[in-house]
């Protein structure tokens, strides 16, 4: 899910074998997830300009 400029969410249809690409990081006691982000794809430019970064997961 995405918010566009006005706030207003879209959801976005997602294969369920990616994943969310992000970095967790612990400080002080503290936990954090930093999403990596890409530039986003075309046919989503107009609701933001940044966009999650998709990994396939690995078949097991």
């Given at each position: 899910?995405?918010?566009d400029h006005d706030k207003q969410?879209?959801?976005?249809?997602?294969?369920?074998r990616m994943a969310i690409q992000?970095?967790?990081e612990e400080r002080d006691?503290?936990?954090?997830v930093y999403v990596v982000?890409?530039?986003t794809p075309?046919?989503?430019?107009w609701i933001h300009d940044?966009?999650?970064?998709l990994?396939?997961?690995k078949d097991q």
């Open positions: 899910m995405e918010k969410s879209h959801w976005v249809p997602m294969d369920t992000g970095l967790l006691n503290e936990m954090r982000t890409i530039n075309p046919e989503y430019a940044r966009w999650p970064r990994v396939r997961l």
